[in-house]
Nanobody, 123 residues
Framework: QVQLVESGGGLVQAGGSLRLSCAAS????????LGWFRRAPGKEREFVAA????????FYADAVKGRFTISRSNAKNTVFLQMNSLKPDDTAVYYC????????????????WGQGTQVTVSS
């Protein structure tokens, strides 16, 4: 298992940017597929983006494609989510998650989760 801790959330105006970070410890980070998910108030947790263990493959939800970028540094055991052109609909708690499986968009594929970081986008 790997322990994951998110940071970087906050309050931002629509059109602004935030960069989330997720620091990992306790596992072989470089072998994990990493994903970002979010849960908006009153909604189910949903997939945002994922990156393969070697960083060569990424995948995004349609709602964030072209605005968000996922990246990772295996040397620093950290995965990032750069969020640009933020919209009020992006308001949610954002979670980092890890899996030993191949790149996947399903929450059930990920066994390791962080505690989440709140992102609030004001209009």
């Amino acid at each position: 298992q790997v322990q994951l801790v998110e940071s970087g959330g906050g309050l931002v105006q629509a059109g602004g940017s935030l960069r989330l970070s997720c620091a990992a410890s306790g596992g072989t980070f470089s072998t994990y597929t990493l994903g970002w998910f979010r849960r908006a108030p009153g909604k189910e947790r949903e997939f945002v983006a994922a990156i393969s263990w070697f960083g060569g493959r990424t995948f995004y939800a349609d709602a964030v494609k072209g605005r968000f970028t996922i990246s990772r540094s295996n040397a620093k055991n950290t995965v990032f989510l750069q969020m640009n052109s933020l919209k009020p609909d992006d308001t949610a708690v954002y979670y980092c998650a890890g899996t030993r499986r191949a790149l996947d968009v399903s929450t059930t594929a990920y066994g390791d989760w962080g505690q989440g970081t709140q992102v609030t986008v004001s209009s």
